[in-house]
């Protein structure tokens, strides 16, 4: 029953981590992926993959700190970044397992990085490279679903990249092109 439950769990985790690089703005992202992370330790603890609970675990301080700065628009400080990092690399080394272990690690720091920074472009960028390393450690501790789910969220995090940063951009760059136009005939 565990191991469906482990399924259920990395599947609404990932719905909720695709619904997080959809938002354009950061404390709505910020809490899709509060949410997600919190599914994600739910899955890793019923699979026993416990470097990537303690990261997820992690990952939802880490967002809920950044959220709350976000609501505050107060500026996050480097500090603030490298201690998070730090204490993420030590929680993972902790947990070590074998070298699949690396993997989690790897991935919250770049998240760590992309929830952050104010960016949201770098944001879905990163989005889109860590589900495919994810799906790795997935499909080795047993969580199937979750491996399949991170190839769809690098899908999604495609898709939103050119959504928000290709399609958005060129309307933009046309929208000023035509306004220069009309008022310099």
């Known amino acids: 029953m565990g191991i469906i439950f482990a399924q259920i769990s990395g599947l609404l985790a990932s719905i909720s981590s695709m619904a997080s690089v959809h938002q354009n703005t950061k404390i709505k992202m910020l809490g899709f992926q509060i949410l997600s992370n919190f599914l994600f330790v739910v ?9 990537g609970a303690s ?15 976000e609501k505050l628009e107060k500026k996050k400080s480097l500090l603030v970044l490298m201690i998070f990092i730090i204490i993420t690399i ?10 699949f272990s690396i993997i989690p690690i790897i991935t919250a720091v770049l998240y760590t990085y992309a929830v952050w920074q104010n960016n949201l472009k770098i944001f879905r960028i990163i ?29 999604s995090s495609f898709t939103a990249i050119i959504r928000f940063d290709i399609i958005k951009n060129k ?3 046309m929208n000023k092109e035509l306004n220069t136009n009309i008022n310099n005939p």
């Open 43 to 51: 899955q890793y603890i019923f699979l026993g993959a416990l470097a």
């Open 55 to 69: 990261v997820y675990l992690l990952s939802i301080f880490r967002c809920y700190v950044f959220y709350q700065y």
């Open 127 to 155: 989005a889109f490279i860590v589900p495919v390393a994810i799906s790795i450690y997935d499909f080795y501790v047993g969580a199937y679903v979750g491996a399949l789910s991170a190839v769809i969220e690098a899908v």
């Open 171 to 173: 309307i933009c760059n």
């Open 90 to 99: 030590f929680s993972g080394t902790l947990c070590y397992q074998d070298i």
